[in-house]
């Protein structure tokens, strides 16, 4: 059994002023000292960071930053999944007793160079053997399923941008969240075209950000427990997808959880909207809608409090609180556990006992599902 | 006449051109520049072809290529040697011969290069062509000219340098569109036009780009290919010259007695510009989507430097069933789209841009 | 970018030039680019096919946000593209965006798809645009 005993976070933004190690350590050192002290493992969540401040064999360097000179150390890649990975690798390392505290540290930088720049740097989170070479960007995809899902279920333009719009009323409340305030929906509208019909307001903003969680088998003192942590890789691109509308790699990940779980609650969703279009194909895909319905349950409140939904994106999702892209399901695993254990500094789930993170790379090239749950 | 002559053993089995959508009207460019109208008046233009940002010679030669290959119906395999007449290579050093010739799978038992003679680097690959398939040495061969012509910005070359290419799938004379009777090159070393090594725009002598260069080597091919064959002008159903604006070669008919109806139908300078080694195989082309069989046809490049190349065809029975499999040169004329001298600059990168 | 190197921009080369994909000898299903196992059956046995170079268009963005060196032909339109075989997503060119539909009836093209700066490789490969 591995329990989460510490979860700390920082601020997301243009941090123009901290390397990839000061992110690290100003997360981590919001944690009590105790707790990371006799840390067995250092795992370390990072993607965007190699291109833009390259160091390999980061998690070394990190540990040595932190003062923890003694303790093992790695790193974990896996584009936008790196997080939720890491964190499978600390729950299995305390799980096998081959550690019995391990921690997760999710950094990534974004911000050290011009905006297209970075987004050619994440352009490479797609297959690099098909749309990188052609320099196709995340956001043309997102355009291309947003367009065919609009095409296909006959949505409007305007339902979709109830999405955006609750996710920045979310991110008002949260203090780490980057953007802080409120749109409406047809301001979505209105904002920048990127990759039409995706406008600036549909995708996620450019900032860093760092993440910790301390993993122990212990569950003194625990803020949650790390129940289940499951995943599938998928199509590389949504051309050989046989329906690009749905995430296969995301329904056999949750199915596999589901076949070893009873699910039969789940209060709280931390989901991986880099895209309005991503949140509305994962919510089906985790059948919280019917296909085609959920952006209308989303304009109708359903994911919201006082929705009848289980409460998603309570943080203000990647759109607004933002996705330092390998540390983002960190942050979304820290979000959680606080929501379960009552600390979330933002929007709070009132009473909420279990929660999931869905974290996805690309389209679905890679989705991972972290399940949570109270301790007794 | 003749009968042994190697060219009677040679025949064009596939035409294909390619001229890029975009256009300038002469008008554009004279207003950017602050010229009077007299000056493209005077050259006979109206507007001009522009290569789009995502291409370049190479890429226009694939596009005349896989239409020639249409035309001809073979094998790209069976295809012995690669020629790519070029001034606007996209690499000075690197063949371009071998993309096309790639792409289009005829690689890699073949021979592949890329000639350089100003405009008339592709017609030294047809001569070439000739004489490795008469001796039996390929089977076929295909010749590209194809260049995005640069001019000084500013400079009257403005107004007519364009872009296009033009491919010929040459053969064996049997089974072939049209027939080669005989070839006449004319060569010296005279420096009317040229780039310098590094130099982004060519250079010009202007007026001595005319009777010296233009005027002395078309003339003196033609007159040695219709005295070796014995052949007049009125010999000809058509009369195809290098066009490097909409005058010369009416004028250059003109000084060797041919109508300018025999030379009308070959002319597309007016209207897309100077292709440069594109310019006169895309007259040809144009000719050959409309020749009867039994017409006879001269074709004159001529290149800057300086030479020229006189060629008589004889149009076949077999031309009108490879005519209708690619698009004609009336095609893409008539498909275009007016740009400004603004779209012009940014397509072409005349415009210094530093990129992230 | 490593997309840019000599070697790799060489050895994509064919499947950039010439649309070739592979069939899947056992559930014979096609897939492009080529893989080393079949994406549906995982398949090794795997034969190289010339696929199509005429499709429809199943969806489309027009890209705003493009990479430097894509200014010149911004707004860029990717199309997602249907060869019946199998799909494709390709840049759409010589078309403006109101002349692209779903549904429009699209074919290859060979033109410049990147370059390494001014001094590096030139990369080619096919684009799509309206059937000529």
Redesign the interface.
């Known amino acids: 059994m591995a329990y989460i005993t510490g979860a700390s976070m920082i601020n997301i933004d243009r941090h123009y002023d901290k390397s990839i190690r000061r992110l690290a350590s100003d997360a981590v050192f919001k944690l009590d000292s105790s707790s990371v002290e006799n840390v067995d493992y250092v795992i370390v969540a990072s993607s965007i960071s190699y291109l833009q401040e390259p160091q390999l064999d980061l998690a070394s360097y990190i540990a040595s930053a932190l003062g923890l000179r003694n303790a093992r150390a790695f790193n974990v890649e896996a584009g936008e999944v790196s997080g939720a990975t890491a964190v499978l690798m600390a729950k299995s390392l305390v799980d096998s007793r081959l550690a019995s505290k391990v921690l997760v540290v999710g950094v990534d930088k974004l911000s050290n160079y011009p905006s297209a720049v970075t987004y050619k740097h994440i352009s490479l989170l797609n297959d690099s053997e098909s749309e990188s070479l052609y320099s196709i960007g995340l956001g043309g995809i997102a355009g291309i399923l947003m367009r065919l899902y609009m095409e296909t279920y006959k949505v409007d333009r305007l339902t979709l941008a109830y999405w955006p719009a609750l996710m920045h009323s979310n991110a008002k409340l949260n203090p780490y969240a980057m953007l802080r305030f409120t749109i409406t929906p047809e301001k979505v509208l209105d904002a920048m075209p990127i990759a039409d019909p995706i406008t600036l307001l549909d995708t996620f903003p450019i900032g860093d950000g760092a993440a910790a969680l301390v993993v122990e088998s212990k569950p003194r003192d625990a803020l949650a427990e790390i129940v289940a942590v499951e995943s599938a890789v998928g199509y590389p691109s949504i051309t050989l997808s046989p329906d690009p509308l749905r995430i296969d790699s995301l329904e056999l990940a949750y199915s596999r959880l589901t076949e070893k779980l009873d699910l039969k609650r789940i209060d709280v969703i931390e989901l991986h909207d880099s895209y309005t279009i991503s949140a509305i194909l994962q919510l089906e895909s985790l059948r919280l809608a019917e296909r085609g319905k959920a952006a209308e349950a989303v304009a109708n409140g359903y994911f919201t409090v006082n929705g009848d939904g289980p409460v998603v994106n309570p943080s203000g999702g990647l759109k607004a609180r933002g996705h330092p892209i390998g540390a983002t399901s960190v942050y979304q695993v820290a979000e959680v556990a606080s929501q379960i254990a009552g600390i979330f500094p933002g929007l709070k789930v009132p009473d909420a006992k279990s929660g999931l993170v869905v974290s996805v790379n690309g389209f679905g090239s890679n989705s991972y599902v972290v399940y949570l749950r109270g301790v007794e | 006449m003749c009968a042994a002559r190697p060219e009677s053993s040679v025949g064009i089995r596939g035409w294909g051109v390619y001229i890029p ?1 975009f256009r300038i009207s002469m008008v554009e460019i004279a207003r950017e520049w602050g010229w009077s109208d007299y000056q493209w008046k005077a050259l006979g233009m109206v507007e001009r072809s522009v290569a ?5 010679s ?2 226009m030669g ?2 005349a290529s ?1 239409n020639a290959l249409k035309r001809a119906n073979i094998n790209p395999s069976d295809i012995g040697a690669v020629f790519f007449g070029s001034e606007s290579k ?2 000075a050093v690197k063949p371009s011969a071998t ?1 096309i010739a ?2 289009l ?1 005829i690689t890699p038992l073949t021979m592949a290069s890329d000639l350089e003679f100003a405009c008339r680097a592709a017609s030294e690959g047809l001569r070439a062509s000739i004489g490795l398939i008469a001796s039996g040495m390929v089977k076929y061969a295909l010749v590209v000219g194809s260049d995005t012509s640069q001019a000084n910005p500013g400079d009257v070359l403005e107004f007519t340098a364009s872009s296009g290419a033009a491919t010929l799938i040459l053969g064996g004379s049997s089974g072939s569109a049209a027939y080669f009777e005989g070839s006449f090159s004319y060569i010296t070393d005279t420096p009317d036009f040229w780039r310098r090594e590094g130099s982004p725009y060519p250079r010009h002598g202007e007026g001595f780009t005319g009777e010296p260069a233009y005027f002395k080597h078309i003339v003196e091919a033609v007159r040695g290919l219709m005295d070796s064959l014995g052949l007049k002008p009125s010999d000809f159903n058509y009369a195809v010259f290098h066009q490097p604006n909409g005058r010369f070669p009416l004028k250059v008919g003109e000084m060797l007695g041919f109508k300018a109806e025999q030379i009308k139908l070959g002319l597309v300078t007016p209207i897309i510009g100077n292709t440069y080694n594109g310019s006169a195989l895309i007259g040809l082309a144009r000719v050959l989507d409309y020749a009867k069989p039994g017409e006879r046809i001269l074709v004159a490049p001529f290149g800057s430097g300086a030479g020229s190349d006189a060629y008589s065809l004889i149009v076949t029975d077999s031309i009108d069933e490879s005519r209708e499999r690619a ?1 004609t040169v009336d ?1 893409y004329i008539k ?1 275009k789209v007016m740009i400004t001298y603004s779209q012009y600059s ?2 072409r ?1 005349l415009l210094r ?1 530093i ?2 | 970018m490593l997309s840019k190197s000599p070697p790799v921009v060489w050895r994509s080369r064919i499947y950039r030039y010439r649309l070739i994909g592979c069939k899947c000898k056992n559930c014979g299903r096609v897939h492009y680019p080529p893989a080393s196992a079949c994406p549906y059956c995982s398949s090794r046995d795997l034969e190289e096919v010339e696929l199509p170079r005429v499709g429809k268009v199943l969806s489309y963005s027009i890209v705003y946000a493009v990479d430097s060196d894509a200014r010149e032909r911004s707004p860029v339109i990717l199309g997602l593209i249907d060869l019946g075989v199998t799909r494709i997503i390709a840049e759409i060119t010589d078309a403006n965006p109101e002349d692209i539909k779903i549904g429009s009836q699209l074919e290859a093209v060979f033109r410049r798809i990147g370059e390494d700066g001014e001094t590096g490789v030139i990369i080619y490969g096919l684009k799509f645009r309206p059937v000529i």
Do not use: S
């Open positions: 959508r789009g940002p995502d291409e370049d190479t890429t694939v596009e896989i996209p690499y993309i790639e792409v799978g698009p095609y498909n940014k397509f990168r841009v990129r992230e």
